[in-house]
C-alpha cells in the first residue's frame, strides 16, 4: 500500500520556522520526483517546491524562493520542507506529492501572531 505521511506542521509566529517531513512506504521512492502543494483557505493547490529523484536538483515558487529548502533522504525514504522566514500568507495545508499519482494527507500550517 502507497503511504506518504506529512509530519511537523504547526502554528508558528510570522518570521517563524518549520520543517516538514514526508515519510514514503509502499513505493520505490527513490525512483520519484518528489514535490510540494499546498493549498490555502479558499483557493486553489499551489505548487510550492520539487526535487528530482537522486535530489540534485530542486525548483521553487517564486512566492517561497529564497525562504524554502527542499530536501530528500533516500535511505530514510523521506522528503523535507525547511520553511524559513515564515510569512502569514504561507497559511495552508502542505501536501507532498510523489511523481503524478501518490498524494499524502496533509499537514496544516499556520503563521499568526
Known amino acids: 500500500e502507497v503511504q506518504l505521511v506529512e509530519s511537523g506542521g504547526g502554528m508558528v509566529q510570522p518570521g517563524g520556522s518549520l520543517r516538514l517531513s514526508c515519510a514514503a512506504s509502499g513505493f520505490t521512492f527513490s525512483s520519484y520526483d518528489m514535490s510540494w502543494v499546498r493549498q490555502a483557505p479558499g483557493k486553489g493547490p499551489e505548487w510550492v517546491s520539487a526535487i528530482n529523484t537522486g535530489g540534485g536538483s530542486t525548483y521553487y515558487a517564486d512566492s517561497v524562493k529564497g525562504r524554502f529548502t527542499i530536501s530528500r533522504d533516500n535511505a530514510k525514504n523521506t522528503v523535507y520542507l525547511q520553511m524559513n522566514s515564515l510569512k502569514p500568507e504561507d497559511t495552508a495545508i502542505y501536501y507532498c506529492?510523489?511523481?503524478?499519482?501518490?498524494w499524502g494527507q496533509g499537514t496544516q500550517v499556520t503563521v499568526s501572531s
Open positions: 506529492k510523489a511523481g503524478n499519482g501518490y
